[in-house]
């Protein structure tokens, strides 16, 4: 394990914003924290860096305790979301800063400033000011900065959020590209849980000052440990007491099929690739995702008598099959 996070706690005033914590970070993965805002994860990550101190617990990087020391000598690279670049220093003195002021010799700060820049698909913009990137560009430019020193761990605080969605996109594909590339160890924040399901090896679900669930991404999607993790890793509808995927939903137009309940069309409505169909059930409206196809395949209209099932192989499996209490 490259990070133990163990019996982490934190308050401000009589607000507890960690609430005992305990995480272990793989070594040379890229782990997300994830959650809604106001949870703790940013916290979190600033202890794991040094820039905030735990009331209580301990902090391991690769196997030093580092609880007690300072953010420099912990070795961590750190980008956060607004960056603060040095305006007046080009970009490829702005990777250098940190290898400079290490004192390393000149030819290896070019030939490592050189190599960084490539890596991040910005050594056409070297002799650039941070100013004349794009927002997208100069995340990235922060990222070959906390490169540079070679940290032993990259700890990311919403390193795209400030950006419009599509760049969001770009980067959080190229950042696994990148991470692909060097496999330095990995922490970042984020509070958008398509983000951390695409790009995270393992994802940390921090909600309330606690963790919720700790795993793959597919394992929080397919077997999540509570409602919380459930509701918040993607859509969920109900059907009697059951919390489900609308797209673990089908639809049949046929009667008397073996666990499907009868229910009346009330909405259909298009968005991209899927077909969103509400249907009425005794005093519930659930929501059933379709693709395209079966949509076609099944000729509905608002109106449409229908039954309502859980797919059979969802039915079976037993993350999904939970029956919930009150909601
Ligand atoms: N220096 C501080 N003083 C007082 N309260 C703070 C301080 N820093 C954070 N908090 C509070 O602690 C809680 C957790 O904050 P934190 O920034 O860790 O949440 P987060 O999960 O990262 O949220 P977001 O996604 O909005 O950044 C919040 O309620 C916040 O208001």
Avoid: C
Avoid at 57 to 70: C, F, N, W
């Amino acid at each position: 394990m490259s990070i133990e996070i163990v019996n982490v706690s934190k308050r401000f005033g009589d607000f507890v914003a960690l609430d005992n914590v305990n995480v272990s970070i793989p070594a040379g993965q890229l782990t997300a924290l994830l959650g809604p805002s106001g949870g703790g994860k940013s916290t979190l990550l600033r202890i794991i860096a040094g820039l905030e101190t735990a009331d209580s617990g301990r902090i391991e990087i690769e196997g030093v305790d580092a609880t007690k020391l300072s953010p420099q000598k912990r070795n961590v690279g750190f980008v956060f979301q607004h960056y603060a670049a040095f305006k007046h220093l080009s970009v490829a003195r702005n990777v250098a800063f940190g290898l400079e002021i290490r004192k390393r010799p000149k030819d290896e700060i070019r030939e490592r400033v050189h190599e960084l820049l490539k890596l991040v698909h910005l050594a056409q913009f070297a002799d650039r000011l941070p100013s004349q990137l794009s927002g997208g560009q100069r995340q990235r430019m922060a990222l070959a900065r906390a490169l540079a020193v070679q940290p032993t761990v990259l700890l990311l605080d919403e390193p795209f959020g400030a950006l419009d969605a599509k760049v969001r996109k770009e980067l959080r594909d190229w950042l696994r590209r990148l991470h692909d590339e060097v496999h330095v160890t990995t922490v970042f924040v984020t509070h958008d849980q398509e983000e951390a399901l695409e790009v995270a090896d393992e994802i940390v679900v921090i909600n309330e000052g606690r963790v919720e669930q700790i795993g793959s991404p597919d394992a929080l999607y397919d077997t999540p440990a509570n409602d919380f993790v459930m509701r918040f890793l993607g859509p969920v509808t109900e059907l009697g007491d059951r919390l489900v995927r609308p797209h673990d939903l089908q639809l049949l137009t046929g009667g008397g099929e073996s666990g499907a309940v009868p229910g009346r069309i009330t909405r259909i409505t298009r968005v991209g690739f899927e077909i969103r169909v509400v249907v009425a059930v005794r005093d519930q409206f659930v929501t059933v995702t379709l693709t395209r196809n079966e949509f076609l395949s099944l000729d509905l209209h608002v109106g449409s008598e229908v039954q309502v099932r859980v797919a059979p192989e969802v039915a079976n499996s037993v993350g999904q099959s939970r029956v919930l209490g009150a909601v």
